[in-house]
């Protein structure tokens, strides 16, 4: 690494600079670790472009270095308050750590809504405190592994909060299994599924424990992700088969971190599936003399093999319709999920969730934010968790306040168990969206054998295609039909 | 500006002095991705200066600007090169007629039939160029992923020719609005910005270089109101700085100094471009609320 000659430590002997390169190294492939730990994905080239920038900046100014290693090794909005977090931890020194963590974000002028720095920014840090922080930085650096990774700490966790990201340390270093740091934002959506979660507690004594369960298994799903294909065994086929064919809402809390993973994948697949790029077309339109000329260039130019133009397809919209309400709490994980997953990749999707009312949660995923952070924000704000089920009425609300977005080539996606009061008058509804849209298609999560005994889901295949979904391979397969027809 | 010679500080200057106004943050990234050679991926909602940054670059090193505007079905023969078909026709028959010397296969693959699309012309070019891709979350994954060899190496494949090298290393300017995830591939291969909506102070600072007949009483009380506007979470489309700067500029022609609600009413669709936006915001916000701004 020829980098490593050129970062500049003024004010110390060759000896010195030496001895603080390689502390310097020590300390960033250690921070690196910790942000690795936190979830930012970070490769080995990104750490050589961190010190080819660090060799850009004045090293003692702590501002460059924080921009210099945010800019090189943090690549999404969303992974910068960890990233704040652990360099605050690891490079402020310790008079500001003292001062508790909001003080350590002053005096950084973001490329944002931060309190107002005219004129000053990155040379302001080191005015402000008039030290050598270059030399404080080595000091800092000298401290013990141990140390620097209870520094990672975030502030505010409890003991046992702090106990268990220790522990997770411990994992990492091959010792006993614990728990991952993501622990506490898991908790954190944990508390927000309360709501939800009580208003089915009713109906788990009837069905068994899988609906409970499911709650804290959202949870544990961000937080074992890390550590899922780092167990032995992990990831084999069969296992992964038996789970693609396992009734979403009895999948064990210990599958769920897997269960997000193909979740995320399947959309994926949706949203790369309806690329328009390289789609045949049957129609001819006008002769494409560029192709044409092209193709006959090895015919001497004459015209043999005639291309046509063809019309350029648009994507199509997709309306996503999840049903949250009480009697869809079993398949939590599966909504959840399908909603985050579908609405993060497909470019333009509207998504909206309901149960007795209707409610818009598009703007919640333009955020950028990661899974937990967006779930718990839109369960917090969004009153229709776990109550019980009016499709007429939310379609009601759909057609009045959100009409403008049907089109005739935009798709409706409902995501419901068809359980719903006012079957008939909701119905009316279905009807209407469907005859103003391409298709409607309704994922449902109950077994195809019972539809036809079933008044309502009699009234909606009428206006719907309706598919059974209640395992990943059913949502696989539904995704690689040609559900899509572009 | 040459950028051997490039400063933190003299880069900041530069970008004032060409009407940028940014915190040094800002700066420091891009000095970073200047120095390294590497591309500046650029994300942030729309309206907020990401792709006049690759505009201030070019004035700021007189390189000229080439700009490849993405959208959905860009591929590779709209984005890198094109074999001109017609020239190569021609002289097909031309050869036939007995005109012109003996023509190798090889002849007709040569630099003088291939017509260069944006990512060609900037690593072809001799001199220095900055390369503006924008909106690149539009593209598709198969197109990003063609993209990488462009930014990791500076060179492209040309099945009929070989490889092409850059001449030299051309500034490159990558902006997302952050309608999809940009693949990790691609954002490995950049120093990574992202641009937020200015705060209250940054923008008076920007309308008062921009649109300088509204004043600073004026400008202050447009930057209140956008910006209790932008904090609604309610409406599609948050207004862009340049709304801001229209919405100053209209209020200065209709010979208003302050904002009221009677010049709200009248103005706020220069600053909220759809119906239900407006409704919203007169619901939620209220117009009296944003006229209040002046007293804040």
Redesign the interface.
């Known amino acids: 690494m020829k980098n490593e000659t050129s970062v500049p430590l003024t004010g110390h002997s060759s000896n010195n600079i030496e001895n603080g390169i390689n502390i310097l190294l020590g300390r960033l492939v250690e921070f690196i670790h910790t942000l690795r730990r936190r979830d930012i994905r970070i490769s080995v080239s990104e750490t050589m472009d961190a010190l080819a920038a660090l060799s850009q900046v004045d090293i003692t100014d702590l501002e460059q270095v924080r921009i210099a290693l945010s800019a090189t090794l943090v690549k999404s909005q969303y992974d910068r308050k960890s990233f704040k977090d652990v360099f605050g931890a690891y490079f402020s020194p310790p008079e500001i750590k003292m001062q508790g963590p909001n003080v350590r974000g002053e005096g950084y002028a973001e490329s944002g809504p931060q309190p107002e720095e005219a004129g000053e920014g990155p040379v302001r840090a080191k005015k402000e405190s008039d030290r050598d922080w270059g030399k404080e930085f080595l000091d800092h650096a000298r401290q013990s592994v141990e140390q620097n990774e209870r520094l990672a700490i975030k502030p505010g966790w409890t003991k046992r909060q702090k106990k268990q990201f220790i522990e997770t340390i411990s994992r990492m270093r091959g010792e006993s299994r614990s728990e991952d740091p993501s622990a506490p934002l898991a908790r954190k959506a944990g508390n927000s599924l309360e709501m939800w979660h009580e208003e089915v507690k009713k109906q788990v004594d009837q069905q068994g424990p899988s609906a409970d369960q499911s709650f804290q298994s959202v949870l544990k799903s961000e937080l074992d992700k890390t550590f899922v294909s780092l167990a032995p065994g992990s990831g084999a086929k069969s296992d992964r088969e038996s789970l693609m064919y396992e009734d979403m809402k009895k999948i064990a809390e210990k599958d769920f971190p897997r269960v997000a993973l193909l979740i995320k994948k399947l959309s994926r697949r949706l949203a790369t599936r309806i690329s328009r790029r390289y789609l045949k077309r049957r129609r001819r339109g006008r002769l494409d003399i560029r192709r044409t000329i092209r193709k006959n260039i090895s015919f001497g130019g004459t015209l043999i093999d005639l291309k046509f133009h063809s019309k350029k397809v648009q994507k199509p919209r997709i309306i996503l319709i999840c049903d949250v309400s009480g009697s869809m709490a079993r398949y939590a994980v599966f909504v959840i999920q399908f909603i985050y997953g579908l609405s993060n990749v497909v470019k333009g999707i509207e998504s909206f969730i309901f149960s007795e009312d209707l409610e818009r949660v598009t703007l919640y995923f333009k955020k950028g934010a990661g899974f937990v952070d967006t779930m718990s924000s839109l369960i917090e704000r969004s009153g229709q968790w776990g109550m019980g089920t009016n499709l007429y009425y939310s379609l009601d609300t759909f057609l009045e306040k959100h009409r403008r977005l049907l089109s005739p080539s935009a798709y409706v996606l409902i995501v419901s168990d068809a359980q719903t009061i006012q079957p008939l008058k909701a119905a009316a509804n279905l009807r209407e969206i469907r005859n103003r849209v391409k298709d409607v298609i309704w994922l449902n999560t109950l077994p195809r054998e019972t539809w036809y005994q079933n008044m309502e889901i009699c009234e909606f295949l009428k206006y719907c295609r309706m598919f059974e979904c209640s395992t990943l391979d059913q949502l696989n397969r539904v995704l690689n039909s040609q559900m899509l027809t572009v | 500006m040459d950028l051997k010679q490039l400063t933190?500080d003299g880069l900041?200057k530069a970008f004032e002095e060409q009407g940028y106004i940014?915190?040094?943050?800002?700066?420091?990234?891009v000095?970073?991705?200047l120095?390294?050679g590497?591309p500046l991926?650029v994300?942030g909602a729309p309206g907020v200066g990401k792709t006049e940054i690759g505009k201030v670059l070019s004035r700021v090193f007189d390189a000229e600007l080439i700009r490849l505007q993405c959208y959905?079905?860009l591929?590779e023969n709209k984005a890198l090169y094109?074999?001109n078909?017609?020239k190569?026709?021609l002289r097909?028959?031309l050869q036939?007629e007995g005109v012109g010397t003996g023509m190798v296969e090889r002849d007709?693959f040569s630099v003088e039939y291939l017509l260069e699309r944006p990512l060609l012309k900037a690593i072809n070019s001799e001199k220095p160029v900055v390369l503006l891709i924008d909106e690149v979350?539009k593209v598709?994954?198969?197109f990003e992923a063609f993209l990488f060899e462009l930014l990791s190496d500076f060179q492209v494949s040309i099945p009929e020719m070989g490889t092409v090298i850059a001449r030299q290393i051309p500034i490159v300017v990558l902006t997302s609005n952050?309608?999809?995830?940009i693949s990790?591939g691609l954002?490995?291969?950049?120093?990574?910005?992202?641009?937020?909506?200015?705060?209250?102070?940054?923008e008076v600072?920007i309308l008062q270089v921009k649109a300088p007949e509204a004043g600073e009483r004026l400008s202050r009380e447009v930057a209140r109101a956008v910006n209790l506007i932008r904090a609604n979470?309610?409406i599609g489309k948050k207004p862009a700085i340049s709304e801001s700067i229209d919405w100053a500029r209209a209020l200065v022609a209709l010979g208003v100094d302050t904002l009221s609600q009677e010049s709200i009413k009248q103005t706020l669709n220069i600053v909220l471009k759809n119906k239900?936006d407006i409704e919203t915001i007169v619901r939620e916000v209220g117009v009296k609320a944003l006229a209040a701004t002046q007293k804040a």
């Open positions: 933190i900041y940014c915190e040094k943050s800002l700066v420091v990234t000095f970073l991705a120095k390294l590497k991926l994300e959905e079905g591929d094109e074999w078909y017609q190569q026709l097909i028959q036939k007709l979350d598709e994954e198969e952050r309608e999809r995830d990790d954002k490995r291969r950049c120093v990574y910005l992202f641009i937020d909506y200015p705060t209250v102070d940054k600072r979470d309610g239900e």
